[in-house]
């Protein structure tokens, strides 16, 4: 799966026999391929871990490379993994009593709004890896979309209302009203694209300098950039009409809300495009049903937290709105495409600084564009997955991962990280078990005389279905 830290394949190891071993040679095309050698002592380039080895020479003083018993992965993309899927258990447990741990609430940037973007990042960064040879490519293809295809419809099982709840014992769901999107949908489609375009869309220039890299892989950056504007465009062009919702209140009865729009390029909660295109493709009833703009101050008296209604709330206030919609994914893709470019300094480039120096400038050039486009009012927004917030949080997974990768794989300070390493490498274990709630859910079936005397019940807080990670 695309979460569980094997998408980077490992490298070949050293030879076994002192007669015959292999070296990597970069070829004229800018790639490499493994090239025989008759000695032993000759000095091999490791591509994922950068510098070299040699079966005689004396270690290095640091920063090294690992170990060859470490040389199976790169250690730092399941740490970053891990270390994304302990934020993602912290924002769910800790965000009700913290807000700055919370996802925002419509405008604005928190802890919480950065879980969905470094995944995404991570999945681009491994992909390279997974794609760095790739002998067949329809085959390829056929089995990046059938990944897809079992994960997004394990997003659906998760997501799509099929388990009620902590607290509750029963569960299905009615397909009229499933929730056709969420995060694991969101991450297959994003996998889907950048996938084909690793697969399809490699130049064959030689790489010598960063540039180069943007050169051999122009066409993918095309089609990162045609996303962005497309999104960009919809999402400030298009005209949103007047439109009415139903809920269901107390009793089974349909309470009918009017919202008075008519207007182009709005961006809050009421009459933005992103909403309207979900509501039109998928369904309103196929949304999610409990909208992050539900703690704004507009709708609730207790605001960055959920309350009551405020006398004067907006009619939009309690319509279903998909903070993983159809139309936000459009920039959740080109989060991952900007992930595939990150990776790519992996495969091209050998030396420590060079990868590092490839990182930053790039990590700060997207943060120096994001806050500069919020300034001037295209503000960061994570449910509409606006440019700003996409480039802003790109930014930052990159610096991330250059810090990583500098601790864990430049200097081998492996310890302190083990315990992320191993969430890394279990990453959609632990989110099916933990953060959809599947291991509460279980635990919860087991009780002492009445349903409420349970370990579950005994928490400070009750954790709602849906609440984790769906942003």
Same mark, same amino acid.
């Given at each position: 799966m695309v979460m569980d830290g094997n998408a980077g394949a490992p490298l070949p190891g050293p030879a076994s026999t002192p007669a015959l071993c292999c070296r990597q040679r970069r070829t004229a095309m800018g790639g490499y391929e493994l090239v025989r050698s008759d000695d032993a002592a000759v000095t091999t380039p490791d591509l994922e871990f950068g510098g070299s080895t040699s079966s005689k020479a004396e270690p290095l003083p640091p920063p090294r490379p690992p170990s060859p018993a470490a040389r199976q992965r790169l250690v730092s993309l399941d740490v970053f993994r891990g270390i994304t899927v302990l934020l993602m258990i912290i924002v769910d447990d800790v965000g009700g009593f913290l807000p700055a741990l919370n996802h925002s609430p419509w405008d604005g940037v928190t802890v919480g709004d950065f879980v969905m973007p470094f995944f995404l990042f991570i999945v681009g960064v491994s992909l390279t890896l997974a794609y760095k040879r790739v002998p067949d490519k329809l085959e390829e293809t056929k089995k990046a979309v059938l990944r897809a295809l079992r994960l997004f419809c394990l997003g659906l099982v998760l997501q799509g209302g099929f388990f009620h709840g902590v607290r509750s014992l029963s569960f299905g769901v009615d397909i009229t009203k499933i929730r056709l999107m969420g995060t694991l949908q969101r991450i297959a489609i994003a996998y889907l694209v950048a996938a084909i375009c690793e697969i399809w869309l490699k130049g064959d220039d030689d790489v010598n300098y960063g540039l180069d890299v943007l050169k051999r892989y122009r066409n993918q950056l095309f089609v990162g950039l045609l996303l962005s504007v497309m999104y960009t465009v919809l999402l400030y062009d298009i005209y949103v009409p007047d439109w009415e919702y139903q809920i269901t209140g107390p009793g089974s009865t349909q309470k009918s809300f009017f919202v008075k729009c008519g207007v182009r390029g709005d961006t809050g909660p009421g009459c933005n495009a992103v909403g309207m295109v979900d509501r039109a493709m998928l369904g309103i009833d196929h949304l999610y049903r409990r909208p992050v703009y539900a703690r704004t101050k507009e709708c609730s008296i207790d605001s960055p937290e959920? =309350?009551?209604?405020?006398?004067?709330?907006?009619?939009?206030?309690?319509?279903?709105?998909?903070? %993983? =919609?159809?139309?936000?994914? $459009? *920039? !959740?893709?080109?989060?991952?495409?900007?992930?595939?470019? @990150?990776?790519? $300094?992996?495969?091209?480039?050998?030396?420590?600084?060079?990868?590092?120096?490839?990182?930053?400038?790039?990590? @700060?050039?997207?943060?120096?564009? !994001?806050?500069?486009?919020?300034?001037?009012? *295209?503000?960061?927004?994570?449910?509409?997955?606006?440019?700003? &917030? #996409?480039? !802003?949080?790109? =930014?930052?997974?990159?610096?991330? @991962?250059?810090?990583?990768?500098?601790? $864990?794989? *430049? &200097?081998? @300070?492996?310890?302190? #990280?083990?315990?992320? %390493?191993?969430?890394? /490498?279990?990453?959609?274990?632990?989110? $099916? +078990?933990?953060?959809?709630?599947? +291991?509460?859910?279980?635990?919860? =079936?087991?009780?002492? /005389? %009445?349903?409420?005397?349970? +370990?579950?019940?005994?928490?400070?807080? %009750?954790?709602?279905?849906?609440?984790? *990670?769906?942003?």
């Amino acid at each position: 799966m695309v979460m569980d830290g094997n998408a980077g394949a490992p490298l070949p190891g050293p030879a076994s026999t002192p007669a015959l071993c292999c070296r990597q040679r970069r070829t004229a095309m800018g790639g490499y391929e493994l090239v025989r050698s008759d000695d032993a002592a000759v000095t091999t380039p490791d591509l994922e871990f950068g510098g070299s080895t040699s079966s005689k020479a004396e270690p290095l003083p640091p920063p090294r490379p690992p170990s060859p018993a470490a040389r199976q992965r790169l250690v730092s993309l399941d740490v970053f993994r891990g270390i994304t899927v302990l934020l993602m258990i912290i924002v769910d447990d800790v965000g009700g009593f913290l807000p700055a741990l919370n996802h925002s609430p419509w405008d604005g940037v928190t802890v919480g709004d950065f879980v969905m973007p470094f995944f995404l990042f991570i999945v681009g960064v491994s992909l390279t890896l997974a794609y760095k040879r790739v002998p067949d490519k329809l085959e390829e293809t056929k089995k990046a979309v059938l990944r897809a295809l079992r994960l997004f419809c394990l997003g659906l099982v998760l997501q799509g209302g099929f388990f009620h709840g902590v607290r509750s014992l029963s569960f299905g769901v009615d397909i009229t009203k499933i929730r056709l999107m969420g995060t694991l949908q969101r991450i297959a489609i994003a996998y889907l694209v950048a996938a084909i375009c690793e697969i399809w869309l490699k130049g064959d220039d030689d790489v010598n300098y960063g540039l180069d890299v943007l050169k051999r892989y122009r066409n993918q950056l095309f089609v990162g950039l045609l996303l962005s504007v497309m999104y960009t465009v919809l999402l400030y062009d298009i005209y949103v009409p007047d439109w009415e919702y139903q809920i269901t209140g107390p009793g089974s009865t349909q309470k009918s809300f009017f919202v008075k729009c008519g207007v182009r390029g709005d961006t809050g909660p009421g009459c933005n495009a992103v909403g309207m295109v979900d509501r039109a493709m998928l369904g309103i009833d196929h949304l999610y049903r409990r909208p992050v703009y539900a703690r704004t101050k507009e709708c609730s008296i207790d605001s960055p937290e959920n =309350g009551p209604l405020p006398p004067d709330a907006p009619s939009w206030c309690q319509a279903p709105f998909d903070p %993983e =919609g159809l139309l936000s994914s $459009v *920039m !959740a893709i080109v989060t991952c495409l900007i992930g595939l470019q @990150f990776g790519h $300094v992996i495969i091209h480039f050998e030396k420590h600084n060079e990868r590092i120096i490839n990182w930053l400038i790039p990590s @700060f050039s997207m943060l120096a564009v !994001a806050f500069s486009m919020d300034f001037i009012g *295209m503000h960061m927004n994570k449910p509409l997955y606006t440019l700003s &917030y #996409t480039l !802003a949080t790109a =930014g930052a997974s990159g610096l991330l @991962f250059a810090a990583i990768y500098t601790l $864990v794989d *430049m &200097y081998g @300070f492996r310890k302190p #990280t083990i315990s992320m %390493e191993w969430l890394g /490498k279990h990453a959609l274990m632990i989110y $099916v +078990l933990v953060a959809c709630n599947i +291991l509460p859910m279980f635990v919860h =079936g087991f009780y002492w /005389k %009445e349903p409420k005397n349970n +370990l579950v019940s005994s928490r400070p807080s %009750e954790v709602h279905w849906n609440q984790s *990670m769906k942003r």
